[in-house]
């Protein structure tokens, strides 16, 4: 099926199985829709869009040897309730180009959610899966995925992976990562914060990273700013709070249309005993707080992903998911489209 006709069917409604939101009926887990309701599938735009291939923190939902009640509750219902770790695809349908924002440890699941791009060889395995490859961090859920990319499994051959210079240097140093780069598997593709590059053949989408405030024990962290023909959009899966920033967040926003923003903690009540400046990552009612005005005013669309397993707003109907409705702001679902 070519890309085009994928579109129109998709429009249709006839692709539902093939994105990632698609969960059978009767498989709810939190965040679905109710039993016997199949999860929204986003129809494919008519130009270079945004898509949700994960939206929870590296350790993905259920947490590995977590009994809390939402990773046991993940973990009771058939796979398609799980939650995938936080993850975009930047997309151009009209040449069937896909472009892959973190390698998470969910990425054997994540490329397949792409596959009604473009026009992958069917019956075999597709050595070509992507157009590129964009890293924030070398934290485990962003980043490790690319071990798929090796002999074991996909054996690409030169995909662009864009990471800065630390990052870059982390890969090419260090095993597994660095057998990845001696037998050209990947190719490391240099970015500077601050320079625009294109990862799409389409010149009219344009990414810039952003150094962001983090933990940056293996390599520095970079949020990016992607420039569509008609939207732009900030992805920032992990930061430090905002207070950290400088330039302030609000700056940084300037002219911006959309917001993807770290959502790991609703409020500090999810962290008992724990030193928040330990996790000092933005919470949820203050980055509400600090956008409030531009959300009312119509002019930022926010959506929270990078949602931590002891996150209420992964419950479609608790309180927090309903406050944060309420106040105008979303939370990102996995096979959500924002269009650029
Ligand atoms: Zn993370
Ligand atoms: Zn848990
Ligand atoms: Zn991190």
Request: with cysteine; glycine share 8%.
């Amino acid at each position: 099926m070519n890309s085009t006709i994928r579109h129109r069917a998709a429009a249709l409604g006839l692709l539902s199985c093939l994105a990632l939101a698609c969960a059978p009926a009767g498989d709810a887990g939190p965040g679905d829709p109710p039993a016997g309701q199949a999860a929204p599938v986003a129809p494919i735009p008519d130009g270079p869009f945004l898509r949700a291939l994960g939206t929870v923190q590296d350790g993905g939902l259920p947490h590995a040897s977590c009994n809390c009640i939402r990773c046991e509750d993940a973990r009771r219902r058939p796979p398609s309730a799980r939650r995938r770790v936080a993850s975009l695809g930047l997309l151009d349908p009209e040449r069937g180009e896909r472009v892959l924002i973190d390698a998470t440890p969910d990425i054997r699941t994540q490329l397949h959610a792409l596959t009604d791009i473009g026009d992958p060889p069917q019956g075999r395995t597709d050595r070509d899966p992507l157009d590129g490859v964009l890293l924030t961090h070398a934290h485990m859920g962003h980043y490790t995925g690319l071990m798929h990319f090796g002999r074991e499994a996909v054996h690409t051959s030169e995909l662009p992976v864009y990471c800065t210079e630390r990052m870059a240097g982390f890969l090419r140093e260090n095993g597994p990562w660095s057998q990845l780069v001696d037998l050209r598997e990947i190719s490391l593709e240099e970015i500077t914060p601050g320079t625009p590059f294109h990862p799409l053949s389409d010149r009219r989408v344009s990414v810039e990273a952003m150094t962001v405030p983090h933990r940056d024990e293996f390599s520095d962290t970079v949020a990016f700013l992607i420039h569509g023909p008609e939207r732009s959009a900030l992805y920032v899966p992990d930061t430090d709070t905002w207070d950290h920033w400088d330039p302030p967040l609000l700056e940084v926003l300037e002219g911006v249309d959309i917001a993807l923003l770290d959502a790991t903690f609703y409020s500090a009540d999810e962290l008992p005993g724990r030193d928040p400046s330990e996790i000092p990552h933005p919470l949820v009612i203050d980055s509400m707080n600090l956008l409030a005005e531009r959300v009312a005013a119509g002019t930022l669309e926010v959506w929270f992903t990078h949602l931590n397993h002891s996150n209420p707003l992964l419950e479609e109907d608790s309180a927090a998911r309903r406050e944060v409705e309420r106040r105008g702001f979303k939370v990102l679902r996995e096979g959500d489209a924002i269009p650029l």
